[in-house]
């Protein structure tokens, strides 16, 4: 009688906890990647006007008149549709490199250095402004970067393209294991990112080439979970 009681109650028990149980979804999770590439709409590059000498006196009073003269050709620039963004200004002493004994004269102590942050709003003309820059005798430039004015809908466009590559996935992977996918669980946002476009660049000549991208791409990562079903 009581074996016959205890299997009653645990006949019973199982039938609650098989009530109360919660029925876990079966689900699919893709991570998807979305990539869109956009013409550049400008060029920006850093030119460094650098003067050296043997004391702080004469490194900035050599410096003062060449950074003008910088100045002066940078603003003649303007009909390229180039503006200077921003400036600043260093003066650092360095150590005299080692020097042959047949040199007396001993190397520069100090350098005054002026650093034009340049944007060249006509990618068209960049081989005119790089040249120009170059024909001064003044400046070094440094990494050109190629950019877009609007970087936001870029980007969103990539978004948007790693959702369709992820659903189109999902999609692909349901249908193969006989089942349809019904909505959408969870989203993750992945990496949103300019994967940038630059070159290094020393002008040293009048006649420097440079070649701008034709577009600059961007990348977008994505995951989604659907909850799946059974075909009907």
């Given amino acids: 009688m009581r074996i016959a009681v205890a299997l009653i109650l645990a006949i019973i028990a199982s039938a609650a906890h098989a009530q109360t149980s919660p029925t876990r979804d079966a689900f699919i999770a893709v991570a998807g990647e ?27 009073r050599l410096h003062t008149d060449r950074a003008a003269k910088a100045t002066a050709a ?27 004994p047949e040199k007396k ?29 170059a024909a001064a005798g003044l400046f070094e430039v440094r ?6 004015n609007d970087e936001e809908r870029a980007i969103d ?4 393209a790693a959702v369709k590559n992820a659903r189109r996935q999902a999609e692909v992977y349901a249908d193969a294991a006989g089942v349809k996918l019904a909505e959408i669980l969870e989203i993750f946002d992945g990496v949103a990112q300019n994967l940038g476009s630059e070159a290094a660049l020393r002008a040293a000549t009048p ?6 991208p034709a577009t600059i791409p961007f990348r977008a990562g994505i995951n989604i979970k659907w909850r799946i079903v059974a075909r009907p």
């Fill in 207 to 212: 006649n420097v080439q440079v070649s701008p």
């Fill in 74 to 100: 940078l603003h003649a620039l303007a009909k390229y549709n180039v503006n200077v963004e921003r400036s600043s200004f260093r003066l650092e002493q360095v150590r005299g490199a080692a020097r042959p």
């Fill in 143 to 148: 990494t050109v970067r190629y950019g877009i």
């Fill in 105 to 133: 004269q001993a190397s520069p102590e100090y350098r005054a250095t002026t650093t034009f942050t340049v944007k060249a709003n006509q990618i068209s003309s960049l081989n005119e402004v790089i040249s120009s820059i």
């Fill in 34 to 60: 979305g990539h869109v590439s956009v013409p550049p709409d400008y060029a920006e590059f850093f030119a460094d006007v650098v003067t050296r000498g043997e004391s702080l006196e004469a490194a900035t």
């Fill in 157 to 160: 466009d990539a978004r948007r």
